[in-house]
Nanobody, 122 residues
């Protein structure tokens, strides 16, 4: 199994920056794609950014040009650099990982971090 621990959330003024970090630990063979999701009150959790093991990235339109997702495979860690933050970015951010538990095992399991709050003041 795997544990995802997020850090880096907090309170920042509009136009400021934050960097979220998600570190994976536990017993597993491989982490495939990793991503960051966020959830606003009364809304479903949405994908903010994702990155494959090969480095291919995807972003929701509202953060393109402002957010950058990256990963360090040696550290089993994914980052979300958030620049030019806006009040509408405020929400709970969650790390997600698609995990292969054992080598040559069929199928993967999705894991979620505990979430970290990002609040952007105007």
């Amino acid at each position: 199994q795997i544990q995802l621990v997020e850090s880096g959330g907090g309170l920042v003024q509009a136009g400021g920056s934050l960097r979220l970090t998600c570190a994976a630990s536990g017993s597993f063979a491989r982490i495939n794609a990793m991503g960051w999701y966020r959830q606003f009150p009364g809304k479903q959790r949405e994908l903010v950014a994702s990155i494959t093991s090969g480095g291919t990235t995807t972003y929701v339109d509202s953060v393109k040009g402002r957010f950058t997702i990256s990963r360090d495979n040696a550290k089993n860690t994914v980052y979300l650099q958030m620049n030019s933050l806006k009040p509408e970015d405020t929400g709970a951010y969650f790390c997600n990982a698609d995990v292969l538990a054992r080598a040559y095992y069929s199928g993967t399991v999705n894991y979620w971090g505990q979430g970290t709050q990002v609040t952007v003041s105007s």
